[in-house]
């Protein structure tokens, strides 16, 4: 049986860059409009607003079922939620996940983000220390695949992150890290081979070598990792109900380094932290 390849030829990896570039802009559109009293169906229009824009389609309304631009989840959800009528209250944490694809190929990110709460000041700082700590090993994870040999070196790296973060200043509870939802290889689709797990595994995994293009995206939460779908059988929620936060980006790694597809800078500022300067694609 014909398998294809898990690795890009730098022809195909430079076709990857503007569905990327789409993706981001796109998240980037939703960004201003995040606070209380929008619902997330309006955030959902704006984003497709901003791939049509750009003469691509959302990757999204392409997947079997489901027919929105992005999955949009709030709180005790942590990916798959739908768009819709809900509006958003103060103090929310709110991820977004969001694809574009162009000429065939594909991009897919996804952010997380607080709403407002001046009068809720405690519940905001620990919504944003659960985003600020998945976030963080998620950048985690792409400097570790621009040295890896393998993708198990890579969800290694993220759950060591979100460990040695310890119990959250904050609430004092430990993170917990979702087992049954890992990153993805993408390209030709937006989910392609091989997994890449957020945490540590037996199997050290498919060899990182120029060509690969993974979707790194750590998902969080702030107490158990066990979760269950909702009736809608897309949202995922954490059955302790307590918050989840999900961030994501495309990454490539070719011959002179990685560059991240879905951050306009290729990743650079953040991943400054890490000792690790990426490469633009030639």
């Known amino acids: 049986m014909f398998r294809r390849s898990i690795y890009k030829t730098p022809a195909q990896l430079r076709s990857m860059i503007e569905p990327?570039?789409?993706?981001?802009?796109?998240?980037?559109?939703?960004r201003p409009l995040v606070r209380?009293?929008?619902?997330?169906?309006?955030?959902?229009?704006?984003?497709?607003?901003?791939?049509?824009?750009?003469?691509?389609?959302?990757?999204f309304q392409l997947v079997r079922g489901y027919r929105h631009t992005t999955c949009i989840s709030v709180n005790e959800q942590v990916v798959h939620g739908i768009p819709g009528d809900r509006v958003l209250e103060p103090g929310d944490i709110i991820s977004i996940d969001c694809g574009a694809q162009y000429q065939g190929w594909n991009g897919d990110s996804a952010v997380t983000f607080v709403a407002p709460d001046p009068a809720r000041t405690e519940l905001v700082a620990r919504r944003e220390e659960l985003s600020r700590v998945t976030e963080g090993s998620m950048w985690a994870?792409?400097?570790?695949?621009?040295?890896?040999?393998?993708?198990?070196?890579?969800?290694?790296?993220?759950?060591?992150?979100?460990?040695?973060?310890?119990?959250?200043?904050?609430?004092?509870?430990?993170?917990?890290?979702?087992?049954?939802?890992?990153?993805?290889?993408?390209?030709r689709k937006m989910h392609e081979a091989p997994s890449v797990f957020n945490y540590r595994t037996?199997?050290?995994?498919?060899?990182?070598?120029?060509?690969?293009?993974?979707?790194?995206e750590p998902m969080v939460t702030a107490g158990g990792e066990a979760t269950f779908v909702e009736d809608d059988d897309w949202t995922v929620s954490t059955v302790d109900g307590t918050d989840g936060s999900h961030w994501e980006h495309s990454v490539a790694r070719h011959a002179d380094g990685i560059?991240?597809?879905?951050?306009?800078?290729?990743?650079?500022?953040?991943?400054?932290?890490f000792g690790v300067t990426p490469t633009p694609l030639a």
């Open 202 to 216: 037996p199997d050290a995994g498919a060899e990182v070598r120029p060509g690969l293009v993974l979707a790194i």
């Open 20 to 30: 990327g570039l789409i993706t981001a802009a796109a998240l980037d559109a939703v």
């Open 36 to 59: 209380a009293g929008v619902t997330t169906g309006e955030l959902d229009a704006v984003a497709e607003r901003a791939i049509v824009a750009r003469g691509a389609e959302s990757n």
């Open 141 to 187: 994870g792409i400097a570790a695949m621009a040295t890896a040999r393998h993708i198990g070196d890579i969800g290694a790296a993220i759950q060591e992150y979100i460990e040695a973060q310890g119990p959250s200043e904050v609430s004092g509870e430990t993170y917990g890290i979702l087992r049954e939802y890992v990153g993805h290889g993408i390209g």
């Open 259 to 273: 560059w991240v597809l879905t951050a306009p800078d290729g990743g650079a500022a953040a991943l400054a932290a």
